[in-house]
């Protein structure tokens, strides 16, 4: 049997966590022909990240995005890349903003990093982002829709709700940034309720993770130029550089 990658055990054991909710190190470890230390590292990867919630002796399903990585495995690889990026993305937010979040795997570490004492309001399309926010003590404005697989809602109530706000800040992921595309989602109803929050925003910054720079999905969400700030991680830079010019704002942890 050949030995997997890690990219590929990742996407084994999402898959296990989405079916079955909850996994045990040894029956992992032994279906994927690896060590139980090799299991406990991916599951530590895959819980900073966000994916799923460790246990003791497994791992557990929790509310956060899987889609991401099942749809698209090359984005396993930007485990750290993300959290670099969702961390320094929350620090940039101020005390009483009020602030769109989109739906998508950097936003639920952006979501993680927010501080539960900043007397913020959070409205989301996410339930995935709603809930870990709720439970955090943050105040959550549920968007309403129709609710897709990835746990995003969509559709009319969900373009309604936005209409009803004024935010400070929008801050979204997106499935691609190229040249030729501008911002671009894979998921039509996705990309229609960024386009209603970037709409509804005085500031919009965007989250991209180095898979996603010179991508250009099935969706326009909207140009490169409405974009305030993108930010990336240090090695994204001169990737997304190439997409979006020299003179757009690329903000960088340590940058």
Do not use: W
């Not at 979501?111 to 339930?127: E, M, R, Y």
């Amino acid at each position: 049997m050949r030995r997997l990658l890690s990219v590929e055990r990742h996407q084994k054991i999402l898959e296990k966590v989405a079916s079955e909710n909850a996994v045990d190190f040894a029956s992992l470890a032994d279906e994927l022909g690896v060590s139980s230390m090799t299991i406990r590292r991916d599951l530590r990867i895959l819980e900073e990240s966000g994916y799923l919630k460790t246990t003791r002796g497994g791992a557990s399903a929790q509310l956060l995005n899987t889609q991401d990585i099942l749809l698209h495995p090359r984005a396993a690889d930007q485990t750290l890349a993300k959290t670099q990026i969702g961390q320094y993305a929350a620090s940039l937010i101020e005390r009483g903003e009020v602030i769109f979040v989109g739906p998508g795997s950097t936003t639920a570490v952006f979501a993680q990093f927010l501080p539960s004492n900043f007397d913020l309001t959070v409205i989301t399309p996410s339930l995935a982002h709603a809930s870990l926010l709720s439970s955090r003590g943050i105040e959550v404005i549920s968007t309403g829709g129709v609710v897709r697989d990835h746990l995003a809602q969509t559709g009319v109530i969900a373009q309604e709700t936005i209409h009803r706000y004024i935010a400070t800040r929008t801050i979204i992921g997106v499935g691609g940034v190229s040249k030729k595309g501008g911002l671009t989602e894979f998921v039509e109803s996705v990309a229609d309720v960024s386009r209603s929050m970037i709409e509804r925003c005085e500031e919009v910054i965007v989250l991209v993770d180095p898979s996603k720079s010179g991508v250009t999905a099935n969706y326009r969400v909207t140009g490169l130029d409405v974009v305030d700030e993108f930010v990336t991680s240090i090695e994204g830079v001169d990737s997304l550089e190439r997409q979006v010019g020299a003179g757009a704002t690329i903000l960088t942890p340590n940058g």
